[in-house]
């Protein structure tokens, strides 16, 4: 039994670890982005230009997308007009970079769920905190 346990710790150890690293990956690609050391400039701002407005197929909700990404910081509101481009992912977890603020970001969980809220928490804190209205409390 003892065994059983140990190898179990040992699993949600080492699976916390790669989510770990896989966060710190993907905010790493795409600050290389934004960096200019993936692609140039000129390219990013092709990549992350509209090419899509509409109603998404799959899902019914309103759409906006760039060549392979979402435009706009998830939970943006639409007033900020966002230029951010990024992808959620299974179980809550959220990447994006944001050209116009030069910031990357990447949530990985180790408890899936079917939502999205830590995500949006953490990047309204991130873009609170970017706009300079965290702290003025």
Known sequence: MRRIISSLAYIVFSSAIILTLLAATASAQYNAVLQGKLVDSMRLAELSALAFEGTDQ?????????????????????????????????????AYA????????????????????????????????????????
Request: charge should be positive.
């Open 58 to 94: 799959v899902f019914g909700n309103p759409a906006r997308m760039a060549l392979g990404f979402p435009i706009g910081r998830m939970g943006a509101p639409a007033e900020e007009n966002s230029v951010a481009f990024g992808w959620p992912g299974g179980g809550g977890s959220y």
């Open 98 to 137: 944001d050209p116009a603020r030069g910031v990357a970001f990447a949530l990985t969980k180790t408890r899936l769920v079917p939502n999205f809220a830590t995500a949006l928490s953490v990047t309204t804190i991130l873009a609170d905190y970017l706009a300079g209205t965290r702290g003025a409390r």
